[in-house]
């Protein structure tokens, strides 16, 4: 009969690492949401490396005979990681209007609204709509429909160089909010309606210099 090898120091045994995944699943957090797909790869990921940590069959290292896929393996999880998080449409953006836009005036009125309310994802959503209505209404972007609050922020940059910084930041919260990677909160919508108010008083550079 084959005797199991021993664990190196700082290594972690088959047994150490069942044991330790089965604390982990028994925390009451586990019982309130299922594991992601990705926790799930990363858990097998785990366990793969503990059973190379023992050594393959026939007395050869683990890591020399598996070590080329464990390279592949590798790769794989970077790629899923990339690929599947909940933000990777981040570059492109999040479309400011679903349906038919209101007047500027109207979008305003619907984020001082929840804003009060404390419903601060609308009202981030509904501010950053009004920016977008403003500024079409001013001649600063052109009117486009489907247009992103990424694409808002470069192209309303270009005409409001000055304001550049401000717009990406209101871009990237809108997106935050839109993706759901994090929750709205009354500073957000402040910087939302400080940006909004900033933009009515912008000037574009042509008209600075002429």
Known sequence: MRTPLAA???EVTREEGRRRAAEELSDPLYGEQEPSLIDRFLAWFSELLALLAEGAPGGLSGWVVLGP???VLAALVVWLIVWLRP???RAVGAPVHEGTPMSADDHRAAADRHEAAGE???AVTERLR???VDLEDRAV????AGRTATELAAEAAEVLPGEAEALDRGARIFNDVAYGDRPATADSAGTLR???ARLRAARPAEEVRG
């Open 87 to 89: 933000s990777r449409g």
């Open 130 to 132: 009004a920016i977008s």
């Open 8 to 10: 190196a120091p700082g």
């Open 120 to 122: 601060f994802a609308a």
């Open 69 to 71: 896929l464990l390279a």
């Open 194 to 196: 400080e940006l909004d």
């Open 141 to 144: 972007i052109a009117p486009r």
